[in-house]
């Protein structure tokens, strides 16, 4: 009868905890970052009118993904022109607008890639604030209960060349912020507190400064993980991966690739970090990217001795591969599907989807969904065999990776956030 009560309160505490979870969705890709949504059932059938919860246009242009905290949902977004940066915020369960303001203007803005826009980075949220990223355009922490700006910087150069795409990512009391372009490319802590900066690591000039500056820029959003009780922050950059730690900044080991703009984020998995290459070039031109499985227990130049194997037929320069049970599926670009063994790289299947693709797969209740840049998804069962259980159309433009929260799919298209059940 004495541990009884205990025991309930425990098992309470752990409803909670999960059921906290499966409602929020903190960070690009999902609150642990690894393209997995802690929900137990998602939607299998959709149009641009059928099963939708409501349907919102959100001001100006962006392919940042939303973030969910509670019964709010953030965004950010910009004019096409890069005049005038804004972060909106809508209920959850209603989809009325909550908060819309701008918080950047810019006179004189930097040119972009004409796929790209100049809201692409997705915030990160944790309870009571939220966290906003342009690039070099503006970095901010927002209350979510009074929607009053904490802190801003403005002062984080980048000569991004294509545009921001680099998310935010907070662990402990970093909010970690990449601002990697074509002059002195660099990854910052900044105290989420204040803003200010905790430590800052700019690439070795004396490797990148060999480089032409087109191919010092990168897109990637970094992951931290656990290494034998070593925090490391990893990076796959232009020219190389990095690993950090993740309180001071210091460069643990590297492994070098060469040659430009990576945008897939890094995955841990069993042991080994998955990183991309971004492209590597032939005769010149961008030809293919590579996957590389990495062993993070080393120190100093790894390439030779920690790289347990590489892959690079049809591998994603910007979508993510996700992991389900031992196996990575990877959507590239043009949307070929390939499903490997994530422990030895070994083929298990591939298949060709419909369409080009931005968007990174998400497993959630059950199966991964793949949406491609019209708007065409493909849901399909994780395994050894490539197995379809829907499609559907929302006929609209999706860059934007989907947020699974509760029962329902968070989809950004270019005009309209829909909340779909």
């Given at each position: 009868?004495?541990?009884?009560?205990p025991?309930?309160?425990?098992?309470?505490l752990f409803?909670?905890?999960?059921?906290n979870?499966?409602?929020?969705?903190?960070?690009?890709?999902g609150?642990n970052?690894?393209g997995h949504?802690?929900?137990?059932?998602a939607p299998?059938?959709?149009?641009?009118?059928?099963n939708i919860?409501?349907?919102?246009?959100?001001?100006?242009?962006g392919?940042?993904?939303?973030v969910?905290?509670?019964k709010?949902?953030?965004?950010t977004?910009?004019d096409?022109?890069?005049h005038?940066?804004?972060?909106v915020?809508?209920?959850?369960?209603?989809?009325?607008?909550?908060?819309?303001?701008?918080?950047?203007t810019a006179?004189d803005?930097?040119?972009?890639?004409g796929?790209?826009s100049?809201?692409?980075?997705?915030p990160?949220?944790?309870?009571?604030?939220?966290?906003?990223?342009?690039?070099?355009?503006?970095?901010?922490?927002i209350?979510t209960k009074t929607?009053?700006?904490?802190?801003?910087?403005e002062?984080m150069?980048c000569q991004?060349?294509?545009?921001p795409?680099s998310?935010l990512i907070?662990?402990?009391?970093?909010?970690?912020?990449?601002l990697?372009?074509t002059?002195?490319?660099?990854?910052?802590?900044?105290?989420?507190?204040?803003?200010?900066?905790i430590?800052?690591?700019?690439?070795?000039?004396?490797?990148?400064?060999?480089l032409?500056?087109v191919?010092?820029k990168?897109?990637?959003t970094?992951?931290?993980i656990?290494?034998?009780?070593n925090?490391?922050?990893?990076s796959?950059?232009?020219?190389?991966c990095?690993?950090h730690?993740?309180n001071?900044?210091?460069?643990?080991w590297t492994?070098?690739?060469?040659?430009?703009?990576?945008?897939?984020q890094p995955?841990?998995?069993n042991?080994?970090?998955?990183?991309?290459?971004?492209?590597?070039?032939e005769d010149?031109?961008?030809?293919?990217?590579r996957?590389?499985?990495?062993n993070?227990?080393?120190?100093?130049?790894?390439?030779q001795?920690?790289v347990?194997?590489?892959?690079?037929?049809?591998?994603?320069q910007i979508?993510?591969?996700?992991?389900?049970d031992g196996l990575?599926y990877m959507?590239?670009?043009r949307?070929?599907?390939?499903c490997?063994?994530?422990?030895?790289?070994?083929?298990?299947?591939?298949?060709k989807?419909?369409?080009?693709?931005?968007?990174?797969p998400?497993y959630?209740?059950g199966?991964?969904?793949?949406i491609?840049?019209?708007?065409f998804?493909?849901?399909i069962?994780?395994?050894?065999?490539?197995?379809?259980?829907?499609?559907?159309?929302?006929?609209?433009?999706?860059?934007a990776?989907?947020?699974?929260?509760?029962?329902?799919?968070?989809?950004?298209?270019?005009?309209?956030?829909?909340?779909?059940?």
């Amino acid at each position: 009868m004495k541990t009884a009560l205990p025991l309930a309160f425990i098992l309470f505490l752990f409803f909670i905890s999960c059921k906290n979870e499966s409602g929020n969705w903190t960070h690009f890709r999902g609150t642990n970052m690894n393209g997995h949504a802690s929900v137990e059932t998602a939607p299998l059938e959709w149009s641009n009118t059928e099963n939708i919860v409501w349907k919102v246009p959100v001001k100006g242009h962006g392919w940042s993904s939303p973030v969910v905290y509670g019964k709010q949902v953030w965004l950010t977004s910009a004019d096409k022109e890069g005049h005038e940066f804004y972060v909106v915020c809508f209920d959850l369960e209603t989809g009325k607008l909550l908060n819309e303001q701008a918080i950047f203007t810019a006179d004189d803005p930097q040119r972009i890639h004409g796929t790209n826009s100049y809201a692409t980075p997705t915030p990160c949220i944790e309870s009571g604030r939220v966290y906003v990223h342009y690039g070099s355009f503006g970095t901010a922490c927002i209350d979510t209960k009074t929607f009053e700006v904490i802190w801003k910087r403005e002062d984080m150069p980048c000569q991004h060349m294509q545009g921001p795409a680099s998310s935010l990512i907070l662990y402990n009391n970093k909010l970690i912020v990449h601002l990697e372009g074509t002059e002195d490319p660099y990854v910052a802590a900044l105290d989420k507190n204040t803003g200010e900066t905790i430590w800052k690591s700019v690439r070795p000039k004396e490797i990148y400064d060999l480089l032409e500056p087109v191919y010092r820029k990168s897109y990637q959003t970094p992951i931290v993980i656990n290494v034998n009780g070593n925090e490391l922050l990893i990076s796959n950059a232009a020219n190389q991966c990095y690993a950090h730690d993740v309180n001071t900044g210091e460069v643990v080991w590297t492994i070098t690739y060469g040659d430009d703009s990576t945008v897939s984020q890094p995955l841990y998995y069993n042991g080994l970090v998955y990183v991309n290459s971004g492209w590597l070039f032939e005769d010149g031109k961008p030809f293919w990217t590579r996957q590389y499985a990495v062993n993070p227990t080393g120190k100093g130049d790894v390439t030779q001795t920690h790289v347990k194997w590489t892959y690079e037929d049809e591998v994603p320069q910007i979508p993510t591969p996700v992991i389900v049970d031992g196996l990575m599926y990877m959507v590239h670009d043009r949307g070929m599907v390939t499903c490997l063994d994530a422990m030895t790289g070994e083929v298990i299947w591939k298949e060709k989807l419909r369409g080009n693709f931005n968007a990174s797969p998400i497993y959630a209740g059950g199966n991964i969904y793949f949406i491609n840049v019209k708007g065409f998804c493909t849901i399909i069962k994780p395994g050894d065999s490539f197995q379809k259980v829907a499609e559907n159309d929302i006929s609209e433009t999706v860059k934007a990776v989907p947020a699974f929260v509760g029962d329902k799919m968070l989809l950004r298209t270019d005009k309209f956030l829909y909340a779909i059940k």
